[in-house]
């Protein structure tokens, strides 16, 4: 008995793994987030024989409760969502707890991970905070952001719609003190990342609102802590 759990592209459909269509191919039945999209991954690799079925944060109780006799007599089942990692910002904790508790064996099969990618593309230091998606109402949102310590990356993922009034209120929290890193349309065509302060990336990206958004926040070290030197250099050897 094995549930795998796998990583989907998140935009280039030629990032699915060579495991990744192994599993693929090889699943009795496939949890899905949205059946049309995974339908696009499928049929781009010519796979069409598979049994999709919707899971999602409102139905996960009762799709396990269908779902277990199968799970118990030794049939594959693979869980996906409609882009990246399951679990990450995506339902399936549900689902991985219920199997621990049956002792039934999980496996995850990794592969393309969006707010990996966006840190990776920044440049940014680590340690790195994923934070997920940003809440909807200001308060919320600066309650995320005021707890930022230096020397930390932020990321979050983000709607188009709500890029810009989430922007002005970083501005309003941090004014020119935090760096940002903002990439849409990871791994496709489209692809084009923008660095700067709040108000510079409010400025760049006023006619560049579509797509699928993901920050990187850090905050610009204080003068202080610039300045700041080993307290033992005076005793330092040299050579």
Not at 21 to 50: G, H, M, P, Q, T
Not at 136 to 155: A, L, M, P, V
Not at 172 to 186: A, G, H, R, T
Request: charged letters at 25%; a positive charge.
């Amino acid at each position: 008995m094995k549930i795998t759990v796998l990583a989907t592209p998140i935009g280039n459909l030629k990032d699915i793994s060579l495991r990744g269509i192994d599993a693929l191919r090889d699943a009795d039945l496939i949890l899905c987030e949205d059946s049309r999209v995974s339908r696009k991954l499928l049929n781009f690799l010519e796979i069409y024989d598979k049994q999709l079925i919707s899971y999602h944060k409102f139905n996960e109780k009762l799709i396990i409760s269908k779902i277990s006799k199968l799970i118990f007599s030794q049939k594959n089942i693979l869980l996906i969502s409609d882009a990246g990692s399951p679990l990450i910002s995506d339902p399936g904790q549900f689902l991985i707890k219920w199997a621990h508790n049956n002792k039934i064996e999980v496996d995850f099969l990794p592969g393309a991970c969006a707010f990996v990618s966006a840190f990776v593309l920044s440049g940014f230091d680590s340690p790195l905070v994923f934070m997920g998606f940003f809440n909807s109402k200001k308060q919320q949102i600066i309650k995320q952001i005021t707890n930022f310590k230096e020397g930390f990356s932020y990321i979050f993922y983000i709607s188009p719609y709500k890029l810009i009034y989430v922007l002005e209120v970083i501005k309003q929290i941090y004014e020119k003190n935090i760096e940002i890193f903002l990439v849409k349309e990871m791994t496709k065509i489209h692809q084009k990342y923008f660095f700067g302060t709040p108000i510079e990336i409010i400025n760049q990206v006023k006619n560049s609102l579509k797509g699928e958004f993901t920050m990187v926040l850090k905050l610009i070290k204080s003068e202080k802590n610039k300045k700041k030197q080993n307290k033992y250099q005076k005793f330092a050897k040299i050579v």
